[in-house]
């Protein structure tokens, strides 16, 4: 008979997205919510919401949060792990403090959190942390008993959430004609961010300078590298790949993350690469980002070009993701009782810290963030 997983001492997890407007009604408030204190006129908000218009005033994203909760839901119950699994949202409907509220209700003291964003940086990591300790403040300030929340790991390189991507990357080139397979580049794409905070991603031992990209750029390049070696040793071609960008935003002025797909698709084109796999390895699921840059800007850009593109999927709602998500809950849950678990990582960067250190992906002005090094367990004021 196997041994009964042990979740102790936590007593929930939750499940941490940013979460998506559901109707035409809602994109302009959602953005509102996303660029709160930036001064965005709503006129321009209007604007930049016409990529949700041409999906309906819908973003795909809740629909995908709803079908990892039943994963992970169906993966808990079919391991015996007794865990509750609520779900809460960064920007829109249902809320994280309004989720922490229940939470709190329920009787629950000390939760685990899974944010949907798998690598180092600040809008990926702390920025979640910060939200956290927003919305403990807000229970605080009702008068509520503020329970304890610890951030899982950073899992972009644990073999659940790799694996499946190597899948998909396997399933696209499949896709293409079989005159232009063989050549094909595989462009692994992520979310650019400002080279200022790329550079000071991570650990403070791990900030660059100069737009290198520190933690945030390394770690993808880490994972790019696996996936296109587990591609290589499967189909016996080694296919030409190169991390890019996608989905920027912010004032021209600014310097980000370079180059963007467009033009990596156009360059590639201008070299005669005969095909191209566009694998999205920084997105947890198929969301808005995915659904219009790629599938829609990126893919109409390579038809102008007449250059072959297929788009590999996200890890999603996939079961080894699911079961990454309990081991790394498992493995805290030791750690917290203090053993020594088995840390799953593939590549060369190993499992990144439980507990994000001072100086990890620093804010551009500083706030409380719960679940790290520099949190003192209880929000100010209370």
Not at 72 to 79: G, P, Q, S, T, V
Not at 301 to 306: D, F, I, R, T, V
Request: aromatic share 6%; with cysteine.
């Amino acid at each position: 008979m196997s041994e009964q997983p042990v979740p102790a001492p936590y007593d929930a997890l939750l499940l941490l997205s940013f979460g998506g407007p559901e109707g035409p009604d809602d994109v302009v408030p959602f953005l509102e919510n996303v660029t709160r204190g930036r001064g965005i006129p709503r006129e321009r908000l209007k604007e930049v919401g016409q990529h949700y218009f041409l999906f309906g005033g819908v973003s795909p994203i809740n629909a995908q949060n709803r079908e990892l909760l039943d994963a992970l839901r169906k993966d808990f119950a079919e391991h015996g792990l007794d865990l509750p699994v609520y779900w809460g949202n960064r920007n829109w409907a249902p809320y994280l403090t309004d989720t922490l509220r229940e939470m709190v209700r329920d009787g629950r003291r000390r939760i685990a959190v899974l944010a949907t964003s798998a690598y180092a940086s600040y809008s990926g990591c702390r920025q979640y942390r910060e939200n956290l300790a927003d919305a403990l403040a807000a229970l605080a300030a009702e008068g509520l008993e503020v329970p304890q929340v610890d951030k899982l790991r950073h899992y972009f390189n644990h073999p659940g959430f790799v694996r499946p991507m190597v899948d998909g990357v396997l399933a696209s080139l499949a896709e293409l004609p079989e005159d232009v397979r063989a050549g094909a580049h595989i462009a692994f794409t992520t979310h650019s961010i400002p080279t200022a905070a790329a550079d000071t991603s991570g650990r403070p031992e791990e900030h660059t300078e100069g737009g290198a990209g520190g933690a945030y750029v390394a770690q993808h390049l880490d994972v790019a590298q696996v996936i296109a070696d587990a591609v290589r040793e499967e189909t016996g071609t080694a296919h030409p790949w190169q991390l890019v960008y996608q989905s920027r935003s912010g004032a021209p002025h600014i310097p980000w993350l370079e180059p963007d797909i467009c033009d990596h698709l156009e360059t590639l084109h201008a070299q005669g690469v005969p095909a191209v796999v566009m694998a999205p390895i920084g997105f947890v699921s198929d969301h808005m980002e995915v659904k219009y840059d790629l599938d829609t800007e990126a893919t109409a850009k390579a038809a102008e070009l007449g250059l072959p593109v297929v788009r590999s999927a996200t890890v999603g709602a996939d079961p080894r993701f699911a079961a990454a998500v309990r081991d790394l809950l498992l493995e805290r849950a030791a750690a917290e009782r203090g053993r020594s678990p088995e840390r799953c990582a593939l590549g060369a960067l190993g499992p990144s810290h439980d507990l994000c250190p001072v100086g990890c992906c620093p804010a551009r002005t500083p706030r409380p963030a719960a679940a790290g090094a520099d949190w003192s367990g209880a929000p100010a004021g209370a």
